[in-house]
């Protein structure tokens, strides 16, 4: 496994997941919700799975799925309660 494709994609589940928990890093309140910064963040990674789909390794994609499934399920979690 390349180790900067993995820490990208930790790096941004990272990210993801603290914006699902309510934190911001300082200066960001301009670029909207917690929220919406994850769904940013889940949606990009989104995108390099279509954009790498087939040129990765196995673990590489295993890495990606299931950071993607465990952020998606966790956003979904955190929705507001209608």
Same mark, same amino acid.
């Given at each position: ?6 820490? =990208? !994609?930790?790096? *941004?589940?990272?990210? %993801? ?7 911001? $890093? ?14 940013? =963040? !889940?949606?990009? *990674?989104?995108?390099? %799975? ?7 390794? $196995? ?22 309660? %209608?």
């Amino acid at each position: 496994m390349n180790p900067h494709f993995a820490s =990208l !994609i930790l790096g *941004l589940s990272h990210q %993801a997941e603290a914006a699902l928990s309510g934190e911001l $890093p300082p200066g960001a309140e301009g670029i909207g919700s917690a929220r919406q910064l994850a769904q940013t =963040l !889940i949606d990009t *990674l989104g995108m390099l %799975a279509d954009k790498t789909s087939d040129r990765l390794d $196995p673990d590489e994609k295993q890495l990606l799925d299931q950071a993607l499934t465990a952020l998606r399920f966790r956003f979904v979690q955190t929705m507001p309660k %209608a």
